[in-house]
């Protein structure tokens, strides 16, 4: 699982969940959170998804 930072990506500022929220939520839930942190994973994502992200954004 993966979630996008409170920071700017590429020109693109994101509404991001909070850490503690991850812990809290998911904890209680029976998960465990081995690593809550930046990563280097990649991932490819056509125009198109960087075009709806965009468009989500804006409307929220």
């Known amino acids: 699982m993966f979630e ?5 990506v590429n ?5 991001a969940i909070p850490a503690d929220n991850f812990e809290r939520v998911l904890g209680a839930s029976g ?7 930046s990563t ?3 991932a490819r994502f056509l125009k198109e998804t960087f075009d709806a ?3 989500f954004a804006s409307e929220h």
């Open 31 to 37: 998960w465990r959170i081995d690593y809550l942190g």
């Open 11 to 15: 020109g693109l500022q994101w509404t």
């Open 4 to 8: 996008f930072s409170p920071d700017n």
């Open 53 to 55: 992200m965009k468009t």
């Open 40 to 42: 280097t994973y990649q």
